[in-house]
T-cell receptor
């Protein structure tokens, strides 16, 4: 079974440019998460989807970040325009089942390493 | 969600047991203890979780103290591939599904 797929794995852009990351979750997983991980830190949640609905985007900087999951399967995270401080690893994760259960796992993709110059 | 405290780094000899401690003194009765690890350049990987009883799976064992204020993740026979950052996380069963990662413990397995 394929895991969570993310692309690209690496991206280098100049500040003020737009960038997009793509994620394909594990088949059948209805919950999808985007996390950001700064160097030396643990991942931090940006947004969580239940099917196609964004149910927790409280940590998403909405002035420049946007996300979509149109058909409740794959998802895209966009930054426009990028700033130097956006340099980080962007991780996508997915899980199956109701979020009020503790006995489920989040499966993470390998991440996209973004460098803004 | 309760906060956790982990040592920033630990070493372990290859083939020996690695015991990774975690303090969660403010844990609530309905909060579970989760362990994830992150190998360099990879996303975090689920290892194990538990509520109050000790748990074991093919990867590791989780020992939770009776008062649930601390726990220990045990890798019984560490290999070089177990070198990673290990995160201890506590969360309720009814929260939003968010995992709140701390800085974790960097485990270095040495030959």
């Amino acid at each position: 079974e394929a895991g969570v797929v993310q692309s690209p794995r690496y991206k280098i852009i100049e500040k003020k440019q737009p960038v997009a990351f793509w994620c394909n979750p594990i088949s059948g997983h209805n919950t999808l998460y985007w996390y950001r991980q700064n160097l030396g830190q643990g991942p931090e949640l940006l947004i969580r989807y239940e099917n196609e609905e964004a149910v927790d985007d409280s940590q998403l900087p909405k002035d420049r970040f946007s996300a979509e999951r149109l058909k409740g399967v794959d998802s895209t995270l966009k930054i426009q325009p990028a700033e130097l401080g956006d340099s980080a690893v962007y991780l996508c994760a997915s899980s199956f089942g109701a979020v009020d259960r503790a006995d489920y796992e989040q499966y993470f993709g390998p991440g996209t390493r973004l460098t803004v110059t | 969600d309760a906060k956790t405290t982990q040592p920033p780094s630990m070493d372990c000899a290859e083939g020996r047991a690695a015991n990774l401690p975690c303090n969660h003194s403010t844990i609530s009765g309905n909060e579970y203890v989760y362990w994830y690890r992150q190998i360099h350049s990879q996303g975090p990987q689920y290892i194990i979780h538990g509520l109050k009883n000790n748990e074991t799976n093919e990867m590791a064992s989780l020992i939770i103290t009776e008062d649930r204020k601390s726990s220990t993740l045990i890798l019984p026979h560490a290999t070089l591939r177990d070198t990673a950052v290990y995160y201890c996380i506590v969360r309720v069963a009814s929260n939003t599904g968010k995992l709140i990662f701390g800085q974790g413990t960097t485990l270095q397995v040495k030959p």
